[in-house]
């Protein structure tokens, strides 16, 4: 997919269109479900919102996230079809960086869709990718995001969980798994049962949180601070209070 709008860079709105033509063209690619576009504008009127950057609680969020998968015994970063649209490269950069494993999972699961998703991420530079052997179940859940590899999302202790994903976000907790989980909205039930909630648009989240891993990596004692520093609580609350009291100039 080409990054190619006739929208110059000077334009007040040019990541967002920018972001809107990755997710129709991953449409067209058939990476992304139509129900992804829906899902994409609800989190784009969060970002909104948020004045559209990263707020100091998000960062934090993201320092922490790094050095929970980087003391992680067995991270994976899970992959939908918006996730893989919007920031191929950069969540293939995070796996590098941090040691973990890519795994396609989907709602509207195709094997068709697993396929192309995994090839895209190949073609971003990902070696290997897991979704496809789908050996593993969630408990819990009576749809197609159930389904995991058994050595992957299955085996993990810590899970990134980009974007919406509530009721797989509750069933991962239930089954003793840390989550950290990238989504707009501070009172959604995946922010709400997030070990880390980073409350930031993902086209930022992932670089930042590849930033933080490449700081942290190596440091035992940084990364324990990182986590011991963070509070999820008071990330929500300041995220809220952001979007409900923030400058929109």
């Known amino acids: 997919m080409s990054d190619d709008v006739e929208v110059p860079q000077s334009h007040p709105r ?28 609800r989190g784009e009127a969060f970002d909104y919102l948020l004045g559209e950057r990263t707020i100091d609680s998000a960062d934090r969020a993201e320092r922490a996230a790094a050095a929970y998968l980087l003391s992680a015994d067995h991270a994976v970063i899970s992959v939908n079809g918006n996730a893989a649209a919007l920031v191929p490269g950069e969540l293939v950069e995070l796996a590098e960086v941090t040691g973990a494993d890519l795994e396609v999972n989907l709602f509207n699961r195709t094997e068709e869709r697993i396929e192309a998703i995994a090839e895209y991420l190949r073609e971003h530079g990902a070696s290997d990718v897991k979704g496809l052997t789908a050996d593993g179940r969630i408990p819990g859940l009576d749809h197609e995001r159930a389904k995991v590899d ?100």
């Open 14 to 41: 040019y990541e967002s269109l920018l972001t809107r033509h990755r997710i129709e063209a991953g449409v067209d690619r058939g990476i992304t479900s139509r129900q992804g576009l829906i899902a994409q504008g």
């Open 150 to 249: 058994a050595d992957g999302i299955g085996d993990a202790d810590v899970v990134l969980v980009p974007l919406e994903d509530g009721d797989r976000a509750e069933a991962l907790g239930e089954m003793g798994k840390t989550e950290l989980v990238v989504d707009l909205n501070p009172r959604s039930r995946s922010a709400e049962v997030a070990a880390v909630p980073i409350v930031d648009n993902i086209i930022r989240a992932v670089p930042n949180v590849t930033e933080h891993a490449r700081d942290l990596r190596g440091d035992a004692e940084a990364q324990r601070a990182a986590i011991e520093g963070f509070d999820a609580d008071s990330a929500r609350a300041d995220a809220e209070r952001t979007i409900r009291e923030g400058d929109l100039e």
